[in-house]
């Protein structure tokens, strides 16, 4: 079909929509835990195409309303539509867009605007990728895009803005290595850790850091297991996964594979000191307790440099012990270098999270820990008591990859799209959304019976407060308007945008469905669309009929006379010519890297066309194209 608007079989689009309405998060149901919502329980709607996660909340308490939202990027061969995705405070959709397999959606703000960051590219390299970080305005417009300086590509891991509004990133690249300390060969091959720093409107490079410069292969905790021997399979030893610049210019690096964080002097790159792993420069206070993580996440220094949070995930997947993860806030005393825990932040629903996740402190002095491989997220009280616990996939399914999202925030944020509302009609009921938008208060549905806007004078019908994602209205039973509309209105009383109109007949058996997109075809009624379709058939024909005739010149040898006196003439070779849109403009396909099998460290669990063709045992959403597509 073509987008714009949609007129559906009432049957069809009845059962959908009733079976999977914007019904809201739900709480502690033991129908999604058992899998009995499919292992990706979603949200979709009858405005729009788009498709939101469907939020289990086991807790859920009143010191987790704070107006701000959650950002998270679900991805798995369990998600058909992998991509960055906002919620609400309640777990309902705000905004998300399918740009394939996403990685670490956050909010950072930089020379006074905030922009969405996120990562996009090829994940299928063993645990990392190479690819691009976006910053996306408030709008949502790619602002920025930035990769790899010195010809190597921007990995999956990180993307951080640092105090001196640079960025920060990590980098694999393969590299030849002595390996003879490891039980390897002289002439071995590494994936090196290497992170760089660059300017963000000139992707300047700024700083370079290598870990096979600085760090001991003997000091490493995870063997080669097979690798290293060759090019084609290098030794990922140090997997670094996070890094964070202090306001004295110096770096704190996780190393996964070390169970180590390293302070790395900015000028030199060498290393000032080492938390963890086997040659921790630091005194435990806490009997062992602060420096016993492993395959840990997410490192941040706090309060000036005398703190530092990480997610302890204790779990590494086959071939290593499965602990519960925690989160971790260590004191740092770099004078008497010495090491405690403030505080540990112990899931009430043991989560033992194999890769992946997060650690943040949030603006109201709760703390949020996502599970990253366990699709997850928890939000604690600063001394550790749950407050609030979500899920966004059955807990049956962690670990399996089946839905995953690499890192979880909360921040407040403001989206003000470009696009105009989302719009249905049906029968005496009306359905508006607006993929993004975090300023609406209230929905105004309006009638006319001119459908040209500049002469028209839509009339009031009714308002509604905006309730979730999509808030359905009703149309009054006096109504006697041939088009419908609405428009967002904002808290102040200022409208935001209005959607266009919607050709409006109770009687019909049909639902109409207008887009709000700006590249998308638009049509007020199903007359309209009839013609449209009316034209492209004729074009087609005429289509047919003009490459006939050329056939038939070509065959009789009248072709290029017949060139030669057009082109003389002049009839049609200058004139501004259309051309027809690919099939795939309308389609809404989008390329996706095949899954990758599970690596003996680290499993991350990918979406591909070939996988989810080839299993049987996935669900689908195929029953949806019947009405979105």
Known sequence: MIPGTLTVALAAFLFLTSALADVGPYFDSELYE?????????????STS???AAVNFLQYGPQCK?????????????VHKPGPMILDQKGRLVWTKPYGHTYNLNVYNYKGQDYLTFW?????????????YYMLDSSYKEAFTLSGANG?????????????????????????????????????????????????????LLFEWRASEHFDFADVYRGREGTGDNEERPWDFFHINSIDKDAKGNFLVSARYCNCLIYIDGRTGETIWTLGGKRSSFTDLSD????????????RFRDNGTAITLLDNSSRGKGAPQYPSRGLYLNIDVENMTVQVRHEYWNAYPIKSQSQGSMQILDSGNVLVGYGFSAAWTEFSMDGEVLCHAHFAPQRDFSKGKVVSYRTFKHPWVGTPKTLPDFEVYAYRAAASWNGATEVAHWVLEGTNDR????????????????????VISIPNDAECKYLRVRAVSAKGETLAASKLARWDPTSNEAVVVSGDSDEFFFADKTELQTFILYVVIALFSMAAIGAFVWFGVKKGHLASFVSWGLSHGRWYDRERGTFQPLDRFGGSEDLSDAEVEDS???????????????????RAGSMDVVRR
């Open 34 to 46: 058992q899998g009995r919502m499919g292992p990706w329980p979603i949200e979709t709607y009858r």
């Open 50 to 52: 788009t498709v939101g």
């Open 66 to 78: 704070d107006d701000q939202y959650y950002f998270i990027s679900p991805r798995g061969y369990s």
């Open 120 to 132: 996009v590219g090829d994940d299928g390299k063993v645990g990392h990728g190479e690819g691009t």
């Open 152 to 204: 190597l590509a921007a990995d999956l891991h990180e993307f951080h803005i640092t105090l001196d509004e640079t960025a920060v990133y990590t980098i694999y690249d393969v590299r030849p290595a002595d390996l003879r300390v490891a039980g390897g060969p002289e002439n071995g091959w590494i994936w090196d850790g290497t992170f760089q720093e660059v300017d963000i409107e000139t992707n300047e």
């Open 288 to 299: 062992g307790a602060a420096t016993n993580f492993t395959w840990q996440h997410h490192a």
């Open 452 to 471: 040209n806007l500049e002469t028209a004078e839509p009339i009031f019908l009714s308002a509604v407060p905006k309730d979730g994602f999509e808030t």
């Open 601 to 619: 460290v680290e499993f991350s669990a990918l979406l591909g066309d070939q996988l989810l063709n080839s299993r049987p045992d996935v669900e």
